[in-house]
C-alpha cells in the first residue's frame, strides 16, 4: 500500500512538472513570434530575397482553379515570365510580351542583350489589381519586383508593377490575342 502511495505521488509530482514546462514552452513561443515580428524585413530595407520588397496589401490571393481570364491568370502569365528569365529562356520570355514579343520595344537580340546581363534573375509577385477595360481590351497592374546578380556582381533589386494586357472575347479575336500578355514594365532602377 505504501508503494502505490509513493507511485502515485511520483505520478502527481511529475505531471505538475510536465504542465510547468508546457507553460513555459508556450510563453517562450510566444516571445519567438514577437521577436520575430519586431525584426521582420520592411518594404524599405528588404534586401533581394527576402520577403517585404512588395507593397503589404493583405489581399490574399485565392487557392483553386484560376480563371484565364482573370487578373490571377495574368499573374500566372507575369510567374511564368520570372521562372524563363530565372531560367535564362529569353526568347520564350520575350513572346510572353505583346504581338509576339515586339511589345517589349526589343528586337530578340536587343533583349538577350539587356537580360543577358544578369547572372541571375528573380522575381516576387504581388497579388494582381483589378481588371480595367478599355476599348475591346482588358488590363491589370500587378506589384513586382526584380532581384538578383549582374554578371559583373553588383546587385540588382527593382522594384514596380507590370501592366498586362488581353483582348476581350470579341468576334474575330484570336485565341492568342484573348490571352494575358505583358503590356509594359516599370521598374525602377529600370532592367
Not at 554578371?151 to 484570336?174: E, F, H, I, M
Not at 492568342?176 to 505583358?182: A, G, K
Amino acid at each position: 500500500m505504501n508503494r502505490n502511495l509513493i507511485l502515485l505521488a511520483i505520478v502527481a509530482a511529475c505531471a505538475g512538472c510536465t504542465r510547468q514546462q508546457t507553460a513555459e514552452n508556450d510563453i517562450n513561443a510566444v516571445e519567438a513570434v514577437n521577436v520575430a515580428a519586431e525584426s521582420a524585413p520592411s518594404a524599405e530595407n528588404a534586401q533581394p530575397g527576402e520577403a517585404g520588397g512588395l507593397p503589404d496589401d493583405r489581399n490574399l490571393v485565392g487557392e483553386g482553379p484560376i480563371d484565364p481570364k482573370s487578373g490571377q491568370g495574368a499573374g500566372q502569365v507575369l510567374q511564368i515570365y520570372a521562372a524563363l528569365l530565372e531560367q535564362g529562356r529569353l526568347a520564350e520570355a520575350r513572346r510572353l510580351w505583346t504581338e509576339g514579343g515586339a511589345g517589349s520595344g526589343l528586337s530578340q537580340r536587343g533583349f538577350a542583350e539587356a537580360l543577358g546581363k544578369y547572372s541571375e534573375i528573380h522575381a516576387e509577385i504581388g497579388a494582381p489589381g483589378p481588371v480595367e477595360g478599355a476599348a475591346g481590351s482588358a488590363y491589370v497592374q500587378i506589384p513586382l519586383r526584380f532581384y538578383g546578380k549582374l554578371k559583373s556582381g553588383a546587385a540588382l533589386n527593382s522594384s514596380g508593377t507590370a501592366t498586362l494586357r488581353r483582348v476581350n472575347d470579341v468576334p474575330g479575336s484570336t485565341a492568342e490575342q484573348r490571352r494575358w500578355h505583358i503590356y509594359r514594365i516599370d521598374v525602377q532602377p529600370p532592367l
